[in-house]
């Protein structure tokens, strides 16, 4: 069975129709959502909670400590972790299970924007193929328990970009899985700031991220790019 672990902080705009869609399609393979809250404000905790989900206040912020600890509440043999603002492809369920029982061990889906524009379709097409670039938690994550627990989850000292460091921790242990269906993503980041600027912010927290240069520094390097 799968249990689904969903960090937040502040979602409420995108809660319940992420834990609603996600229980419609759970073809019976879905044992608990976890939500995973980081110390919201606003009224996401009893969304989530009134829509289905186990609520987890984390007793940190961030992605990769709200992870973890919601894993660690978890039952499920299969691990999937989702951002509160896709929606996976109503097939993910069965996907899941499929791949784990072709001796996959992790892996995850493509990317479909929601949005028209011309470069996010481009974006989307190249997460088809296994770039690092394409590591990122947008295209949520699958991962077998015994696989997690053996490389000790996420790395909370990570502040940006722990889906990247885990795929890289996990792969000389086991087969990662693309799946061609696609996740519904979020464009509201390039709508916001600007295709071109959000491009240049990604590229250089990976350049730096590759560098191992200090998480703070990649995280105030990255808004600030953005901000501009």
Not at 89 to 110: H, Q
Not at 149 to 176: H, K, N, W
Request: proline content about 2%; aromatic content about 10%.
């Amino acid at each position: 069975m799968i249990s689904i672990v969903i960090p937040t902080y502040n979602e409420v705009r995108n809660i319940t129709k992420l834990v609603e869609h996600l229980l419609k399609n759970a073809a019976g393979l879905v044992s608990q959502i976890i939500v995973s809250d980081g110390g919201s404000t606003d009224d996401t905790v009893e969304m989530a909670a009134a829509a289905g989900a186990t609520v987890l206040k984390s007793s940190r912020k961030g992605r990769a400590g709200q992870m973890n600890e919601g894993a660690m509440l978890s039952s499920g043999k299969i691990l999937y972790f989702v951002h509160a603002d896709t929606l996976p492809p109503v097939t993910y369920a069965t996907d899941i299970i499929k791949a784990m029982e072709e001796g996959f061990g992790f892996g995850r889906f493509i990317t479909k924007f929601d949005s028209d524009m011309l470069l996010l379709k481009i974006n989307a097409f190249v997460t088809r193929f296994d770039f690092f670039i394409c590591y990122g938690g947008d295209q949520t994550l699958f991962m077998t328990r015994d696989l997690f627990d053996s490389i000790a989850g996420f790395d909370v000292s990570r502040l940006i970009m722990e889906d990247y460091d885990i795929v890289l921790r996990a792969r000389p242990f086991a087969g990662y899985k693309i799946i061609k269906e696609e996740v519904l993503v979020s464009a509201r980041k390039y709508q916001e700031a600007g295709w071109l600027k959000v491009q240049l912010a990604n590229r250089k927290a990976v350049s730096m991220f590759k560098a191992g240069d200090d998480q703070q520094d990649i995280v105030d390097t990255y808004k600030a790019m953005l901000a501009k």
